[in-house]
């Protein structure tokens, strides 16, 4: 492997793909591809599954490879480079609290994505993400195969009482929504197995993110840069800030760094 090799890891909403317009803006587009045809590795970093992605419309082959789900499942055309799912045992005891006292919870695994029930609550959510309604299922489908991400609807203080007895780690996104991966899953620990198996340098790499979940990213890079309309917690912990990604932002970034091969502006 080429250790002196540069890798992009880009963020999905918000970085690539625009809410605004529910495409990725054609600035954006030119510049994946052109820094893919400058030699540069290109992986997306999403919190969304490839089930997820391919709704959007998102074609998988724009990238080299994909950290997908916060980190707990990574892939490229070859197979799978990481995978960690939720503990067997701690979706055991989530389906039984669930089966005492129903609330919805949406469950990822590697390539699908599948619900127990709905309420006004989670189609209100679904909508502000523009994303497909998954088939609704029996809540023991969480335990006949590996899920690597799940999505609960529900109050915070019903939650944070269950949490105490989980080994995952969750990450508020909305007051009544969370984002729930093993504990010892992170965007970061995604792009450090990518760079070990690419066998890219730390100072090699570059992160573009948004929200908040995108600060582990910010800092598993050797530059961090986070995008006009980001939060501002990811702001202060990026190394640099680019214009909004809906004026092209993230095409701005790629040349300023000379990722796209064109002189800087």
Known sequence: ???????????????????????????????????????????????????????LGIDLDLMDGWITLNGAYCFNEQGIIHSDPIWKEDMERIVAEVKKDPFPILFSAKDRMFINMYDAHVEKEMEKIHSAYPPICSIDDALAEPI????????????????????????????????????????????????????????????FGDAHNDIPMMHATGIGVCMGNGADETKQAADYITGHIDENGLYDAFVYFGLTGEEKI
């Not at 992009?8 to 587009?29: K, W, Y």
């Not at 052109?34 to 992986?43: E, S």
């Open 1 to 55: 492997m080429n250790s002196n090799r540069k890798a992009v890891f880009l963020d999905m909403d918000g970085t690539l793909f625009s809410h605004t317009t529910g495409s990725i803006p054609e600035s954006a587009l030119y510049a994946v591809k052109k820094a893919r045809d400058n030699g540069i590795l290109l992986f997306g970093c999403t919190g969304r599954n490839t089930q997820e992605l391919e709704g």
């Open 148 to 207: 690597y991400q799940m999505c609960p609807y529900v109050d915070e203080n019903r939650w944070k009482a269950l949490l105490k007895h989980l080994h995952v780690q969750a990450v508020q996104w909305t007051y009544l929504v969370w984002d729930v991966n093993s504990e010892t899953c992170t965007k970061a620990n995604g792009i450090q197995a990518v760079c070990d198996y690419y066998g890219i340098r730390k100072e090699n790499t570059y992160g």
